[in-house]
């Protein structure tokens, strides 16, 4: 018998139909003898709904508020789910956030766990042999009482604290995808699914954009060392894949350098041009930035023809671009620059691959191979495990193929 | 200035420019410098939606399950029209059941208030001048934990509650007609919107068929002495009128002998022929209903032509009919009757008027008139305030105009 907890997204609980579907795949790990607890989203499109709603009754809407109407969307799927359990002859009752509690801290709209008390749950595993069917996505404030969101795709962050928190032998977090593949399938045909992939190599790819996980829910199965694996819901629930796990580096026997490739299309490109270089300079420009909660990504420096001022160039998320231009405008004289370029139709391409640690050269190849294909490259960062460049948005599909074939991921 | 709960029902509050339409109302009140808690149903259509999903998850629902289910449509909007208040410069938060708590019993689907705790509430008013917006229809169950629901049309008993923990002025319950009419006005062109109204003849007209507010609304308001307005929500905010007002019999100056004319279409009738005239047997025929839940209304028992059985005949429920035949006929050997006869296609018709208790053959003048219509009378029962007669379903609006006319309601 071994203690898990499943998660399913909003595509899987989108309809009744696909509720049925979540109940057999929670059938199965009961009948195997397994104690289950499940966090569902909400149904897909609904929490859409329900932010449009909250910015339509203002745009300067209460996070607080915010919290209370999209919290609802999950508490509708938990209780369905219950019902659909219990109608195949399924001991389960629903939990909602507060009841449990899911404790977080207080920053409404993208709030973090700060604990989970399962001993209710427990006790409905030892006592009722019942199924636990948690609504995902939110928690409760202790000194306040309100109603918290973790932010979108927070439902996989409250799994994967669930699971911590109640010492899951695994955590599966089902998906309309089977597993976590090299690449995006949609742009490079050979993309293979990975059987496993590390932790710090996962957390890369949800930074850099691949859309599988929340990062956070990696961040935290990292920390807690949950046995976490990405899999389906569209599989037959008699006989489904396994999927991806999501684990130690020293549980992967054939490590490869590189083992993934990302994309971002959500970048934004800002230079400014003929900065002074003297000290401080860098405080100015990024410090009204920081205040403003606009997060900056990539950031060069390359000293001016004259020798005496520099041009930075860095990226912002592009929902982020008006604001951080106008906020630079605004501080123009106090920074202390010649002019101000932007560019929205950037991507970020990023390889990962906790390989990159023992070999070196990894990233020039990359740029070898880039630059034979025509595509030039704006900008680039590297860290311990991976590297990104930043280029034009139209050489994606191209970078992406050739990367990926560069560094043998193509399917076989 | 005054201290105010307001009412909005589903219709009230169906869309944002609804909800937006409200808070001006909430803004008269408050420019008028009253203390206001408001109470919001689901968007309309909302709760059906739910509902039906519950049934399509089992037809066995767990009414647990269900409450946590239903319930979340109350947060979406006491959300949204907290944010709509802020929106126009009206400090307001929303207050979910358990968060006050609204504490009930462990009926789920149709539990019953033992207590709201206004004391937050009351904090807001007095520390933050906050409206408060408190999502009706909707309760906690103090041991176990777990949300309740008070059954259909539950925000207003919510309202009228609230309104007597918090010691409030007054109750507005605002829903799309402007106040309680002396009968339906789709069907008596002359109807009367009534000024005023006594609890026990609101309560009678409830119970009896007519829909602006729930019966359980209406007695606790009776108990608590809350004086209830009735009025429109599509009302200019800014010139709105005043509704019909719910109160002792005392405060209505001209009081008439019979106020209202109600009917209801939800009736089923059924006839034992030939019961044997045996002490037990009622027993023998009502037991059994009762214990399934079936609420038997008008009973009458007629000595049949031989002296030695008995006709009985009596209402249910129309939606409990097939359920109460297939009981009876199950016991048709215990009970001992001759045959059973049943119909649908009847409606009961009542007239209602505090005037009825020192006037005598108030009845007797409706028997005779609706026999000069043709109105063939299946059944007659009569209490203190109030008379119903039992007729064919064809005769639905001519009796009622007969009645209506009879005791000078119409409109002059």
Wanted: charged letters at 25%; a negative charge.
């Amino acid at each position: 018998m071994a203690r898990l907890v499943l998660k399913f997204g909003g595509t899987s609980v989108a309809n009744m139909d696909r509720i049925r579907n979540v109940a057999q795949h929670v059938r199965r790990e009961v009948e195997a003898g397994h104690e289950v607890a499940v966090v569902v989203s909400a149904m897909s499109g609904k929490t859409n709904e329900l932010v449009a709603w909250c910015k339509d009754a203002s745009i300067l809407y209460d996070m607080k508020e915010y919290d209370a109407v999209v919290a609802s969307g999950e508490l509708v799927t938990a209780g369905l789910l219950a019902i659909a359990l219990q109608n195949i002859g399924i001991p389960a009752r629903s939990w909602q956030g507060w009841q449990l509690p899911v404790t977080t801290d207080d920053a409404h709209g993208s709030a973090r766990i700060l604990g989970i008390d399962g001993s209710k749950l427990i006790e409905g595993f030892e006592k009722r042999k019942e199924v636990a069917v948690m609504a995902g996505f939110q928690g409760i404030h202790p000194e306040s009482g309100r109603v918290t969101t973790l932010g979108r795709g927070g439902s996989d962050t409250s799994a994967v604290a669930l699971a911590a928190a109640i010492k899951a032998d695994r955590c599966d977090i089902y998906t309309d995808v089977d597993g976590v593949y090299t690449t995006d399938p949609r742009i490079v045909k050979q993309a293979r699914r990975m059987d496993r992939v590390a932790f710090e190599e996962m957390l890369e790819m949800a930074s850099l954009g691949a859309k599988v996980l929340q990062v956070r829910s990696v961040e935290l199965a990292m920390v807690h060392k949950v046995k976490t694996f990405v899999r389906s819901s569209f599989d037959d629930p008699a006989d489904p894949k396994p999927g991806t796990l999501i684990c130690d580096e020293e549980d992967i026997v054939e490590q490869q350098v590189v083992t993934g490739i990302a994309y971002s299309k959500d970048e934004a490109q800002i230079t400014l041009r003929r900065v002074a270089d003297k000290p401080g300079v860098a405080a100015a420009i990024f410090v009204p930035l920081a205040d403003a909660n606009i997060n900056v990504d990539m950031i060069i420096q390359v000293v001016s023809d004259d020798a005496k001022t520099t041009d930075l160039t860095f990226t912002v998320p592009a929902a982020e671009y008006e604001r951080a231009k106008a906020i630079l405008e605004a501080a123009k004289a106090e920074i202390g620059y010649g002019d101000l370029h932007g560019a929205t139709d950037v991507v970020k391409v990023s390889a990962i691959g906790i390989g990159m640690r023992s070999h070196a050269g990894v990233a020039a190849r990359a740029f070898k191979a880039l630059a034979e294909k025509g595509v030039n490259i704006r900008a680039i960062t590297t860290s311990e495990i991976k590297f990104s460049v930043l280029i034009d948005a139209e050489y994606t599909e191209l970078a992406v193929r050739t990367l990926h074939t560069l560094y043998g991921l193509d399917k076989t």
